[in-house]
């Protein structure tokens, strides 16, 4: 059976609003060389992962969690709702068998019934509210409903017209199953799980979303989207998406219901037509949700109250089916080493590989020569950069080639801005990475003098199309977008000011 744990990122309950941050995680089976549910659990510890959901209920992982006191999230595959939705008596021999047969001695908090049923699975929708008091109910009778919440994963697909939030609604036809089934979660104090990947937003969104607004990058406030209708500034898609989902439900008289999002993260690489899909995207855009989260910033609607949120995933499945970027969400590789070192400073509590947030900017991938040229141009005239590194003999000098030299000078003039926003984008051909860039002899900017390897990174929003003044050349000004969230739902009406 599958065993899917989901790093959980649970922070500040929003259920209480009085529980402390905390971070955990997802496991696939699709992986040439599986983990044993031991060997999970011992990296959960190295990890100090105190909260996993499994994408199942497999015993063997259930024993494991035993005495660990990791809270655990469980899950009726949908395969199994059918029989569930249809039983009482099934849903009850289901919660004997994985729930009452497991507790205490495992700390499960949380079941999860189906997973995005709703757009995965449409004709078990009739009676997917029927399976959750089905559980609930066998819940009741064992006396763990106060224990363990009962709930099931949405896509963010259901959400219609989500930007500007304020005027979010939920598909219209699934009003027969959406109204009971907030009404279930509202009357037995449980939540709405949200799956939220601006990944998607951002790949499905034709060039209109900043990489910037999905990676929780700072935006100059000039730039951030604004709901004309709230005057909320939204500076990230997770916020925009969460709020949305707020909205929609109170379009609905359903006000007071919090949202748990099961599933987000960043795949680390992708096949040719998915570009972004690299590590340092991956890193930056978890690394941001964790220090988001931890913040306990909220959302613009709801500040304060932070978002318990599930990243996607603990390890790469390099057996899974479909593009590179499906095999590669994962944090570590079946062997439990780090795809990439989170940059987590200021929360060594999270993970036991965090290290600094040491940034660097460099010439993004594939980035046109002429460009590159007139931007490297630039940086060693009207910028300032001292650009001496890169003349022959100099320590930077090889590899002689546009790009190579126009990294070292992007870099320079982002290092001498001390990071600001807005001065690693060189109209569109600079981006920023994780990875000191360093080689050799060349020590670049703001390095601790390590060599390091040359990893194209996140690509910062352009701004303007000024380079008269001492700024880097930048590409865009003001406008609106056009976006889809998962699998379609657009976004309209965001306007960066």
């Known amino acids: 059976m599958a065993i899917f744990l989901l790093l959980l990122l649970l922070l500040v309950s929003a259920v209480s609003g009085d529980e402390d941050a905390y971070i955990g995680v997802n496991i696939g089976t699709d992986l ?15 990890q100090r992962i105190r909260h996993v959901r499994l994408y199942d209920a497999d015993q063997a992982m259930l024993l494991a969690l035993a005495k660990t006191g990791i809270q655990v999230t469980v899950s009726v595959p949908n395969d199994q709702l059918l029989g569930i939705g249809q039983s009482n008596a099934t849903a009850a021999n289901w919660v004997a068998r994985n729930i009452v047969a497991h507790v205490p001695a495992t700390n499960i908090t949380a079941i999860a019934v189906g997973s995005e049923v709703l757009t995965a699975l449409p004709n078990a929708a009739p009676i997917l509210v029927s399976a959750l008091k089905f559980i609930h109910s066998a819940l009741v009778a064992s006396n763990l409903d106060d224990q363990i919440k009962v709930s099931t994963p949405h896509s963010s697909s259901i959400i219609l017209d989500s930007f500007p939030p304020s005027q979010a609604f939920f598909n219209r036809s699934w009003d027969p199953v959406m109204v009971p089934l907030l009404k279930f979660l509202q009357s037995t104090g449980s939540y709405l799980m949200l799956n939220v990947y601006p990944y998607y937003d951002y790949m499905q969104s034709n060039g209109k979303i900043p990489l910037d607004y999905a990676l929780f990058r700072p935006l100059p406030p000039n730039k951030e989207a604004v709901d004309a209708n709230t005057l909320l500034h939204y500076t990230n898609v997770f916020d925009a998406v969460v709020d949305a989902a707020y909205f929609a439900m109170s379009y609905l008289n359903f006000t007071n219901i919090p949202i748990v999002v099961t599933e987000s993260g960043w795949p680390s690489k992708g096949d040719s037509s998915e570009p972004d899909a690299i590590v340092d995207n991956a890193n930056t855009y978890n690394s941001n949700l964790i220090k988001h989260v931890l913040n306990n910033t909220g959302t613009p609607k709801h500040p304060g109250i932070a978002v318990s949120t599930y990243i996607y995933e603990l390890y790469n499945e390099d057996l899974r089916p479909g593009s590179d970027s499906e095999k590669n969400w994962g944090l570590f590789d079946a062997n439990g080493i780090p795809v990439y070192t989170l940059h987590l400073t200021g929360a060594d509590t999270v993970f036991a590989n965090d290290t600094t947030n040491k940034t660097f900017c460099i010439a993004k991938r594939g980035a046109d020569p002429k460009m590159l040229q007139a931007a490297l141009d630039w940086a060693c005239g009207p910028g300032k950069v001292d650009c001496s590194p890169l003349l022959l003999g100099h320590p930077c000098y090889e590899p002689d080639n546009v790009a190579s030299h126009s990294t070292y000078a992007f870099n320079a003039y982002y290092q001498r801005m001390a990071k600001s926003p807005g001065t690693c984008d060189f109209k569109g051909v600079a981006t920023i990475t994780t990875s000191d860039p360093s080689h050799g002899s060349c020590i670049f900017p703001g390095s601790s003098g390590k060599n390091g390897t ?10 303007s199309n000024d380079t008269s003044s001492a700024r880097p050349p930048q590409s865009y000004g003001t406008g609106s977008f056009t976006t889809s969230v998962m699998i379609g739902v657009l976004l309209t009406g965001a306007v960066f000011l």
């Open 32 to 46: 040439s060389d599986m983990p044993t549910p031991t060997e999970v659990v011992a990296l959960l510890k190295a």
């Open 454 to 463: 040359l990893i194209n990174g996140t690509s910062l929003a352009p701004s």
